[in-house]
């Protein structure tokens, strides 16, 4: 069984998936799937098990991204995840509950291709990508132009 399957598994166990039908759309047995459900707690009827896992990720008992049980620590901050993967896998799949602060996004114009692009909390930011940084910094004599000189920075450029 790979990563994957496992990812599946456990996605479709806590939204209500049957393990027939899991096993169906990971292409494993049935008995593969229940087997790993017991394992890692994910066991029961399904609509149940869905309720349940709900129930405790509303009290801070199971992980928001797997739904695995939590052990919250004695003091300090309650945990949210189980692991530091788990945490990063939730974070990028809902982008949009990040809160930034709305004067901390700066409007540019890159350097190299002449695009506006947005940028949260970097004030010195000059190139809207990797890309266009490298193309700019390594192939400016390729391409018959002088690099980009910084408003700050000295108007001579080095003949290198």
């Not at 599946?8 to 169906?24: D, L, P």
């Not at 609509?47 to 939590?70: M, V, W, Y």
Request: proline share 2%; aromatic share 14%.
């Amino acid at each position: 069984m790979t990563d994957f399957q496992k990812q599946q598994i456990r996605e479709f166990r806590i939204r209500g998936v049957g393990y027939r039908a899991i096993s169906s759309i990971t292409g494993l047995s049935r008995d593969i799937v229940r087997n790993y459900c017991k394992a890692y707690g994910l066991d029961g009827f399904a609509r149940d098990l869905n309720i349940n896992i709900k129930e405790k990720i509303d009290k801070q008992e199971a992980c928001l991204s797997c739904g695995k049980d939590l052990k919250q620590p004695a003091t300090g901050r309650k945990r949210k995840f189980c692991s530091d993967d788990c945490r990063r896998d939730w974070w990028q799949r809902h982008p949009d509950s990040i809160k930034r602060n709305e004067e901390t996004i700066f409007e540019y114009t890159c350097a190299y291709c002449g695009q506006e692009f947005k940028v949260y909390a970097q004030k010195s930011r000059k190139y809207c990508s990797h890309e266009c940084y490298i193309r700019d910094r390594y192939w400016w004599k390729e391409e018959g132009r002088r690099p980009y000189v910084g408003p700050f920075e000295n108007e001579e450029v080095h003949n290198e």
